[in-house]
């Protein structure tokens, strides 16, 4: 490292940073096992209770792009600790809600919070770290931050057999003030910063934006992770649905697509590292387009042999993350914040946009959206990564 900015040594400074980037999904999917419990206790409809998941969602993706370029400005240490306080203060309201619509506008207020902390994990590895250790630990945090999602339920099941859906907030509280005690010990890691106003500030964003290199790259590895929110999308109604698995079966089959994405960084930091940058992204994005049509062609035969046709497609888009992300990290060698803000809100706001074209009535079922997403993501983002070699951006 070429700086030292956590005096609990490096590697808890890599653990710190991995907590930060799991932020969303512990805050949207550990409390997914309560949401009946939570909508009875509160006297409202599934749809409002879930409302709190896709609502997040959205703020926390949005509330990056303002995180970003203000930790360009004022520091990546202000704005873990402001970050941290909005998160544990609503984390508080939340448990003391009285109503959904107090607990919708709580849950506002701590995506705010959460997006401010999760956007610095990534602005701070850039800060401190260069080469090949730098893709190194930011293979291991998105390893960590698909984890998040497969455990969070997990353990907010076990947490439902001593509390209720309150007692999980007060856990994320918990969480809460772990972010503010770390960002407390961490040492300011950012050196040069932006000067100017709000209007100065936010203009940061045009101007990374129209960088050819980074927006191109930014369009073509968001679109890489529409295809695995389609499958979160439709994956238990063509489970359930269409192949009639029971719900324990079908959490057998999801338990194996999530395995593979976890699979993917690990996989990309064991063996393909070292292939050529231009080789490695043309085969597993073709690998995407390939399982696509396969599912289109065979998807709905069994749902054994759907499983087999997610699974690469996971697997290779998971594994695109860490050397897509270090790549347009290294596009500009200034406006991390701002960077770190669009690569994560871009990828979140392509997932939900992908998520919503599944509900659209042109596709005849949950297999048809999620073969057609899966192929032209796959295509889209297979030409733009060959455009983008011949224009000489993935050097």
Request: proline fraction near 5%; glycine fraction near 8%; hydrophobic fraction near 55%.
């Amino acid at each position: 490292m070429s700086q030292r900015v956590f005096p609990p040594g490096n590697r808890w400074l890599i653990v710190y940073l991995a907590f930060l980037s799991a932020f969303a999904p512990l805050s949207t999917d550990m409390y997914l096992p309560a949401l009946p419990s939570m909508a009875a206790s509160l006297q409202t409809t599934d749809a409002l209770s879930s409302l709190s998941i896709s609502c997040f969602l959205l703020l926390f993706a949005l509330s990056m792009l303002l995180w970003g370029p203000y930790s360009d400005k004022a520091g990546r240490q202000p704005v873990l600790l402001l970050g941290s306080a909005l998160y544990v203060i609503s984390s508080i309201a939340i448990v003391l809600s009285p109503s959904i619509e107090s607990l919708l506008f709580w849950r506002g207020i701590q995506a705010v919070g959460s997006g401010g902390i999760s956007a610095m994990s990534l602005a701070i590895v850039k800060d401190v770290l260069r080469g090949p250790v730098m893709a190194r630990v930011i293979t291991w945090i998105q390893t960590i931050t698909i984890l998040a999602p497969m455990l969070a339920p997990v353990i907010g099941g076990l947490l439902l057999e001593f509390t209720s859906w309150r007692g999980i907030f007060v856990c994320l509280a918990a969480c809460g003030l772990l972010a503010g005690a770390g960002a407390l010990l961490l040492r300011e890691p950012l050196r040069e910063r932006t000067q100017g106003g709000i209007g100065a500030m936010l203009s940061r964003i045009v101007y990374v934006l129209s960088r050819r290199s980074f927006s191109s790259l930014l369009v073509i590895f968001s679109v890489v992770c529409m295809p695995f929110m389609a499958f979160l999308a439709v994956s238990s109604y063509v489970y359930q649905g269409l192949f009639g698995v029971s719900p324990q079966t079908y959490s057998l089959f999801f338990a194996l697509n999530a395995g593979m994405s976890l699979l993917g960084p690990v996989c990309y930091a064991r063996w393909f590292a070292d292939w050529p940058l231009r080789r490695f992204m043309t085969v597993f994005l073709a690998c995407i387009t390939v399982a696509g049509l396969g599912l289109l062609l065979a998807g709905r035969w069994h749902p054994v042999l759907f499983a087999l046709l997610c699974a690469p497609v996971s697997f290779c888009s998971s594994a695109t993350r860490p050397p897509s992300t270090v790549l347009m990290l290294n596009q500009l060698s200034t406006d991390t914040g701002t960077m770190t803000a669009l690569i994560n809100s871009g990828g979140l706001l392509f997932g939900s946009a992908s998520m919503f074209l599944c509900s659209l009535p042109c596709w005849s079922d949950g297999v048809a959206a999620m073969a057609g997403i899966t192929c032209l993501a796959g295509v889209a983002s297979l030409v733009g990564w060959r455009l983008a070699v011949a224009r000489g951006f993935a050097d």
